[in-house]
């Protein structure tokens, strides 16, 4: 898998996320909300990995995770993340409702449509989103 292909990923993952939400399927909307954050800090890290180059292993081995907080460091993205964070309060606030997600999510199944529609306005928002600020770094 590439850049481009998690990038596309990513913006597929929340509209099938919003997809499901609008059909009341909150557990599935939710779960794909958050692999939508998963794949964009992927393709960010990916951007670290140069072409013919030797790939670096504790960089890969650190990407082969779920939890979005190592792969929002493994990307190199933590300290501008926190300044931005400073500059913008509603993107500190997207972030604790996404920080939630898990992988296992996907195992749950009462999920209410708050709490799948709150995850996708979080990653969403076209101005404090947490997937609106990652594109400008993948």
């Known amino acids: 898998m590439n850049k481009s292909e998690l990038e ?80 913008d309060e509603n993107l500190e606030l997207n972030w604790a409702v996404v920080n939630l997600w898990e992988e296992t999510s996907r195992y749950e199944v009462s999920i209410e449509k708050i709490k799948a529609k709150d995850l996708i306005n979080a990653i969403g928002n076209k101005k404090s989103g947490i997937l609106t600020w990652l594109k400008k770094y993948w």
């Open 8 to 87: 596309q990923l990513a913006e597929i993952r929340l509209s099938e996320a919003r997809f499901l939400l609008e059909v009341n399927a909150y557990p599935g909307a939710y779960y794909l909300a958050g692999y939508a954050v998963e794949c964009a800090l992927k393709a960010c890290i990916a951007k670290q990995v140069k072409e013919n180059d030797f790939p670096n292993k504790a960089l890969a081995n650190a990407s082969y995770t779920h939890n979005l907080t190592k792969l929002l460091g493994t990307a190199g993205l933590e300290k501008k993340f926190k300044e931005q964070e400073k500059k």
